[in-house]
């Protein structure tokens, strides 16, 4: 299970991002990212946030630490920009935080150097999770601490919005020629090789473990949380097998 901690103090917000994630003050005495419950697609976004970068981190990549945070609702009483108090009252209960990358800079291309194994690391697993988010306009990476770290998982796994069609999904091509990695050339061959045999069942069930039950309940057509956590697990452990064979869009790969 992920960390719990309660929201005592509302930040900021962090203006980039579309979906408005903030900064909060916990409990414990941390300073987090928030993202909201209350935003766009709501629960399924964190789920995503969770199963990626849980995922993610298993694999290796350096993901900020995730945890769950409990919110008040009467938080946002006070706050006077009106879309963060409507995002504030509409997310009480359970929210997604993630450690906060302190002085972190986006990604840029031209100015951080990423090898052709990382790079294609990072291809690799952006193609077997569906993310479509990683492009040269829209990075979701960050360099801090002379690394880069990934962040952003919400739209990835788009065949959660459709049960019924989520394996077939498993066998989609995966388009990467907009991928902001896609210049320093990855090396899909060595990923794909040490990657895909530790996407087994039991990584699978170790990652989907960590959905908090509050974003699983109520979900038309599964009767547990446990049932649906297999859902998620399902489409990965069938697509890691394959995914290399589905990226395209990389020059002179295969
Ligand atoms: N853990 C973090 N540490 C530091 N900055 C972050 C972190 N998470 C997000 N940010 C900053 O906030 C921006 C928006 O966050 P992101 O997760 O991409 O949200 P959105 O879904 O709205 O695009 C990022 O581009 C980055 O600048
Ligand atoms: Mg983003």
Known sequence: MLKEVTVTRYITPLREGGSLPGLVEADDRGTYVIKFTGAGQGRKTLVAEVVAGELARRLGFRVPRLLTLDL???????????????????SGGTNLGMGFLSGALGFDPLAFPVSPEE??????FDALVNNVDRSWRNPNLLWWQREVWLID????????????GA????DRPY??????LKPFAPDLATAAAELA????????????AEIPDAWLADEPGFDTPDELRRAYARPLLLRAAAVRERITGIEGDK
């Open 153 to 164: 998982h919400g739209a990835t796994m788009i065949w959660q919005h459709n049960w019924p």
């Open 197 to 208: 045999p530790r996407v087994t069942e039991d990584l699978l069930a170790e990652v989907t």
């Open 175 to 180: 388009d990467a020629s907009d991928h902001v």
């Open 167 to 170: 394996e077939k999904s498993a």
């Open 119 to 124: 790079a294609g690391r990072i291809v690799w």
């Open 72 to 90: 008040d609702p009467d938080l946002g009483l006070g706050e006077p920009d009106e879309r963060v108090q409507g995002l504030l009252r509409s």
